[in-house]
């Protein structure tokens, strides 16, 4: 994916595990392009390194803080209110972007939105004492847990059996997804002996993958996959069909009817298969790039979302490396 996505790579395995073939070398595209490259990774020592990126980069951060409501003139957002340790807050925005992965804010907002069905999946880090031995043996901190995953894989098989399908936008189906997990890998985890085994990890929030999407300027469909978009801030690759990509257009940041909302992540507007091709991380990624370089050049220039030129973000894509286009 190139840009952020690629730093994102090499932050997560800067000072954990690292198992990226020697190939990939920081510039992809000197890499053996046949392959596709994989990494383990430690995702808290990952978590580590990104605060230590952030706050390098001059990031204001306001930990446990939860976006609630956007505040609205008609169409145009003037801010958002915020719930923290502080109490009730307001922050006044020229340009406000939801990276809540579920487009919580623009729906809030008013911006038209679809939701997904998702089936249960649950995945945690256990450890045993066989995954100890194996780690002490090889010498390998890798070795000493993996992942216990409890209910469906990608396509719905494992889903329990009389479990609806949950849209993932309501406390209530948090609750139950959550829940049912838990439950589900308790009965799972009471068949080992218990001096044996551990979590050392439970995941860390509901693991949802299709929410709520905004229906944006632009669609992209099953349709767009191999097509040139003249508008694209990048290329995602599928990750499941190689040798199978979309470009990304801006135009799916942004809903025309509101000039000062863009969202990023698994919220953009995608629909069908192209959904699932563009809610993985390091799409993710790249639209939270694209979305906070649109942001910027439209506070800058005073120019709504909807009229900005496509190009000047380019121009900030192409600089830090993304690929625009595939043909
Ligand atoms: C089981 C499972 C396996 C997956 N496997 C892979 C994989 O192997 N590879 C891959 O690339 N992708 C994978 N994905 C997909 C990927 O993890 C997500 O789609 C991706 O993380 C989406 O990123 P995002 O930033 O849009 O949203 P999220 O990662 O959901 O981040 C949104 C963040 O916003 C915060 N937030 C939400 N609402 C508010 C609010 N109101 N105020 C403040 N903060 C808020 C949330 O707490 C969260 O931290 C998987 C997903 C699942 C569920």
């Known amino acids: 994916m190139f840009g952020v996505a690629d730093e994102l790579l090499h932050l997560a395995i800067q000072y954990g595990p690292n198992t990226l073939p020697d190939a990939w070398t920081g510039n992809p595209s000197l890499a053996d392009t046949d392959k596709r490259f994989a990494t383990y990774f430690s995702p808290t020592l990952f978590s580590l390194a990104l605060d230590e990126w952030l706050t390098g980069s001059g990031v204001k951060l306001l930990l446990d803080t939860w976006v609630s409501v956007p505040v609205m003139a008609t169409r145009h957002c003037k801010g958002v209110i915020v719930e923290n340790k502080t109490g009730r807050g307001c922050y006044l925005a020229k340009v406000v972007i939801d990276a809540t992965g579920d487009a919580d804010i623009l729906y809030r907002a008013g911006v038209p939105c679809i939701c997904g069905k998702n089936y249960l999946t649950f995945i945690a880090y256990a450890s045993t004492v066989e995954t100890c031995e194996s780690a002490v043996q090889s010498r390998n901190i890798l070795q000493s847990r993996r992942w216990l995953t409890i209910g469906s894989d990608l396509w719905g098989n494992g889903h329990p059996k009389q479990m609806r399908l949950l849209t993932g936008v309501t406390a209530e189906d948090v609750t139950e997804y959550v829940m049912q997990g838990r439950k589900l890998l308790l009965e799972r985890l009471k068949i080992d002996p218990p001096a044996q085994r551990d979590l050392s990890a439970l995941p860390g929030m509901a693991q949802f993958r299709t929410t709520r999407r905004i229906v944006g300027a632009y669609e992209l469909t099953d349709a767009d996959e191999g097509s040139h978009l003249e508008d694209s801030i990048g290329v ?12 990304l257009p801006y135009r799916i940041l942004y809903n025309t009817d509101y000039d000062n909302l863009l ?65």
């Open 236 to 247: 995602a690759v599928d990750f499941a069909h190689p040798g199978r990509w979309y470009e």
């Open 263 to 327: 969202t990023a992540g698994r919220s953009v507007s995608a629909a069908g298969w192209a959904w699932d091709v563009t809610r993985v991380i390091p799409v993710s990624a790249t639209t939270g790039q694209a979305a906070g370089v649109a942001a910027a050049l439209s506070a800058r220039q005073n120019v709504v979302l909807g009229e900005l030129d496509a190009k000047l973000i380019q121009d900030e894509m192409l600089q830090s490396g993304v690929k625009l286009h595939m043909s």
